[in-house]
């Protein structure tokens, strides 16, 4: 069964904290994201990849940084943690090379980040 | 700047009753994405639309895809509880990224 882990499923962290979401898939994917879901505001794009040790902006990068030194492992970084980052954050992966009905993204089951 | 919109946000439906879930986009892709989430799980893709007049069906769903109007529509039919989740709908964005609506929960109810 193919899977997209995320290490932790419910995490709370203190504002200034360096924080590390980590996300492992097993499809052998180029691409992964990470994506924040907030309610009202659907999925935001925060930071995807395409490929070992290149990464792109989505739309609110801002106060995070991204990670991925092998194919399977895409992390998450926030330097210093604040308020406005507690939600909750999926990471997804999905085949450069998939077309059709592969055109799809497969998610983890997301962490749910509490910075207090 | 990028939008993709869904209305409603919030559907409650008695079951056997059929509604629609509409998803309007910005951009010039031919490419739209429904995805479903139960609650306190992650999302799982339900239909990939890959082509003006698209259409896809499993079980009492149905996904259209409209590219001249920008405009996706997810068919229900004769909801049932079992269908019961959060909506989104996706487009594809350059090559490599999707961008999503801000989802429509779906409650059905006896």
């Known amino acids: 069964d193919v899977k997209v882990t995320q290490s932790s499923r419910y995490l709370v962290k203190r504002t200034g904290e360096k924080v590390f979401l980590e996300c492992v898939q097993d499809m052998d994917h180029e691409n992964m994201f990470w994506y924040r879901q907030d309610p009202g505001l659907g999925l935001r794009l925060i930071y995807f990849?395409?490929?070992?040790?290149?990464?792109e902006k989505g739309d609110i990068p801002e106060g995070y940084s991204v990670s991925r030194e092998k194919k399977e492992r895409f992390s998450l970084i926030l330097e210093s943690a604040s308020t406005n980052q507690t939600s909750m954050y999926l990471c997804a992966s999905s085949s450069l090379s998939g077309a059709g009905a592969n055109e799809k993204l497969f998610f983890g089951s997301g962490t749910q980040l509490s910075v207090l | 700047e990028l939008k993709v919109e869904q209305n409603p946000l919030f559907l409650s439906m008695q079951e056997g009753k059929n509604y629609t879930i509409y998803c309007n986009y910005s951009?010039?892709?031919?490419?739209l994405y429904w995805y479903r989430q139960d609650p306190g799980k992650s999302l799982e893709s339900l239909f990939v639309?890959?082509?003006?007049?698209a259409v896809k069906q499993e079980g009492r769903l149905m996904a259209s895809l409209d590219t001249k109007a920008r405009l996706s529509t997810l068919h229900i039919t004769a909801a049932v509880h079992d269908l019961s989740a959060t909506y989104f709908c996706?487009?594809?964005?350059?090559?490599?990224?999707?961008?999503f609506g801000a989802g429509t929960r779906l409650t059905v109810k006896p």
């Open positions: 996706a487009e594809k964005y350059n090559n490599n990224d999707m961008r």
């Open positions: 951009t010039t892709s031919d490419r």
């Open positions: 990849s395409y490929d070992v040790k290149m990464k």
């Open positions: 639309l890959l082509s003006n007049g």
